[in-house]
Nanobody, 119 residues
Framework: QLQASGGGLVQAGGSLRLSCKASGFRFGDYTIGWFRQAPGKEREGVSCIANAPDTDTTYYAESVKGRFTISSDKAKNTVYLQMNGLKPEDTAVYYC????????????WGQGTQVTVSS
């Protein structure tokens, strides 16, 4: 199970931190990803982090590189997405999802959290 939280309304240039709390599976065996979907648009991958024991390999979409930072607190089974320099085009429902370290298919999805950036 994944529980996403932290969304809200913020002005352009502002910051938000999203949290994704995982339960019911071995956190260290999974990659956690953040996706977003804006009205009328397809869902897109934003960032992900592999919770391998000795590394935290990360990925960022080009549109968020340099502005978003993903991190993992393995003691709390929680992944964070720090979003700085928010733009109106970042407005979307953000979802977190989990897949095993060796799979490309996400098995678990959390409920979405709305992020709205006003201009």
């Amino acid at each position: 199970q994944l529980q996403a939280s932290g969304g809200g309304l913020v002005q352009a240039g502002g910051s938000l931190r999203l949290s994704c709390k995982a339960s019911g599976f071995r956190f260290g065996d999974y990659t956690i990803g953040w996706f977003r979907q804006a009205p009328g648009k397809e869902r897109e991958g934003v960032s992900c982090i592999a919770n391998a024991p000795d590394t935290d390999t990360t990925y960022y979409a080009e549109s968020v590189k340099g502005r978003f930072t993903i991190s993992s607190d393995k003691a709390k089974n929680t992944v964070y997405l720090q979003m700085n320099g928010l733009k109106p085009e970042d407005t979307a429902v953000y979802y977190c999802a989990a897949r095993t370290l060796v799979s490309m298919q996400y098995d678990y999805w959390g409920q979405g959290t709305q992020v709205t950036v006003s201009s």
